[in-house]
């Protein structure tokens, strides 16, 4: 049997398509979009994937990240479903990769003018969890009123002492829209802020796209007082020795042992000794 | 005199058969306190609904600050709810975030209007709980965890906080027993002379009316039967609707 190129057929495509300008011109604000059934199930990745499947050409070069790692089974399984649908190169370097779709992390190395970044979305509302209404939330976005949202920081600070979200903190686009991050940790959010790559966020179960161009402002959400001051755990990789990059907490036996490593997997390869 | 703060005239709406509102017409000015009183079904709350752009009327006109209400956009009335009008609820519930702290609670039409500042806005919090009589150590404690009187008081101090011009009082006292609503009735009549505000308040409790009001407006039936003074109001009831509600007030 034989699939259309990347999968989807190409009246889908071109839907997408339109979707993703709509939401590139218009940067944070969510575009509705129609989902198809994915051969995968929701939760992995189906926004991403159709995102990916629009934009994807024969001289693309794709790399998958699933937290940070190129071998993960959602990785690995996204990976080879665009080297068999759509016949593209894949690679796990972030340097080479034309096309990065990422599930909750961002790469630490800083990605260039060219290249996009696609993020798996699972819940794309950051208002979703204040204000149960769909149509008081869009009007909410639609009137830039987003006091609420400062009021959930607020209750952080109050209980926690500080911020308390380790991961999919608010972030401000253009100084308009109100935006989810996609729930990458808090340390990612400094990179999205003017970075040089156009970012791309598909949301498959909520049937949502939205996206921020390059070079466009994303500001955390803080007060002047307690300013945005993400979380990274005070260790060295234990593998390459970074003290700048994310770590993941790897527990290695049943009596306390553990390390700390680089969350990006490339990363750390090319840094390793 | 100065002009009305908010003048409404010939408001009129139906709910299917049900004359809800039948030809109204209120006005008030800065620094008064009106009450609206009248048995249930009158068409008090709906009343409050049009005059605060919550609903809209089929016909007539609310006029606040010389705009129109009714032709404002949703972003103006929203701006004006939020900054220069002020709504008490009934059930402090409907006013209060119950997931939210007191601190949280008073912050939030603050934090609206673009405050940033994480202490002043807990400053001005804590101040206005001592205002409004709550201990200043409940400042983080969830709404659920305090008696129906503070409730209501708190939800007073979050409507407050942003010194609004106008505020709309929904039955405020109605639920409380009656040692509480004597302490409530107490705080808003002093914040009221304090700040200057101008309150529209509906109460079918003729000696709520009486201890907050200036002026009475009496309603039946969707229609105004009767506004003056209060003390005219209550003393010498003119209209035969006005007599029996005066007449049926419990002595205690």
């Not at chain 1, 199930?41 to 050409?57: E, F, H, K, L, R």
């Not at chain 1, 996009?116 to 794309?124: A, F, G, L, R």
């Not at chain 1, 994310?246 to 009596?255: C, F, H, M, R, S």
Request: charged share 20%; hydrophobic share 40%.
């Amino acid at each position: 049997m034989t699939y259309s190129y990347a999968f989807l057929d190409e009246a889908t495509k071109r839907m997408i398509r339109r979707a993703i300008l709509k939401a590139v011109a218009i940067p944070g604000h969510q575009v509705p979009f129609g989902a198809r059934e994915m051969p995968l199930p929701y939760g992995w990745g189906t926004g991403g994937i159709q995102v990916t499947a629009s934009i994807i050409g024969r001289s693309d070069v794709l790399k998958v990240i699933d937290q940070g790692a190129d071998d993960t089974t959602n990785a690995v399984s996204i990976r080879r479903f665009f080297a068999r649908t759509a016949g593209v190169a894949t690679t796990t370097h972030t340097a080479e990769a034309s096309i990065i779709q990422t599930r909750h992390r961002i790469p630490e190395r800083v990605l260039q003018p060219g290249q996009i970044i696609v993020y798996q979305v699972p819940m794309p509302e950051p208002l979703s969890r204040l204000e149960p209404r769909v149509v008081e939330s869009t009007k909410l976005h639609a009137l830039a009123d987003y006091g609420l949202m400062q009021v959930r920081l607020y209750e952080d600070i109050a209980r926690h002492g500080r911020s308390a979200s380790a991961y999919n903190h608010p972030v401000m686009v253009n100084g308009r829209y109100l935006m989810s991050p996609s729930p990458i940790p808090a340390f990612d959010n400094p990179k999205m802020d003017r970075m040089p790559a156009l970012q791309l966020f598909g949301a498959g179960r909520e049937k949502r796209i939205y996206a921020v161009p390059p070079y466009t402002s994303v500001k955390s959400l803080d007060f002047e007082d307690h300013p945005f001051d993400p979380i990274r755990a005070p260790h060295p990789c234990a593998i390459c020795g970074a003290t700048d990059s994310y770590l993941d907490e790897i527990v290695t036996d049943d009596v306390g042992g553990r390390m700390f490593v680089c969350s990006d997997t490339d990363h750390c390869e090319e840094r390793a000794p | 005199m100065s002009a009305p703060l908010m003048q409404a005239t010939g408001l009129t709406l139906n709910f299917g058969r049900i004359r809800a509102l039948d030809d109204v017409g209120i006005s008030i000015w800065p620094g008064e306190v009106v009450a609206i009183v009248g048995e249930s079904g009158s068409g008090k709350s709906t009343l409050l609904r049009v005059l605060s752009g919550q609903a809209q009327a089929d016909a007539g006109q609310v006029l606040y600050d010389g705009q129109d209400v009714g032709a404002m956009t949703e972003a103006g009335r929203r701006r004006l709810l939020r900054a220069e009008w002020g709504f008490v609820h009934q059930n402090p519930r409907d006013g209060l975030r119950m997931a939210v702290s007191a601190g949280g609670n008073i912050g939030e039409r603050l934090m609206a209007q673009g405050n940033c500042h994480y202490g002043n806005i807990r400053k001005s919090a804590a101040s206005w709980l001592q205002k409004v009589e709550i201990e200043v150590d409940r400042l983080d404690d969830l709404p659920r965890t305090f008696s129906g009187g503070m409730q209501q008081r708190l939800q007073i101090a979050r409507t407050l906080v942003t010194e609004p011009r106008l505020i709309f009082m929904d039955e405020p006292t109605g639920g409380l027993d009656v040692s509480v609503q004597a302490r409530l009735l107490d705080l808003i009549r002093a914040l009221v002379a304090e700040l200057g505000l101008a309150v529209l308040i509906v109460t079918h409790d003729i000696a709520a009316a009486r201890l907050l009001a200036h002026r009475i407006v009496v309603m039946r039936h969707g229609r105004v039967v009767e506004e003056g003074l209060t003390d005219r109001v209550l003393d010498d009831p003119q209209h035969p609707y006005t007599q029996l509600l005066v007449t049926s007030v419990l002595a205690a």
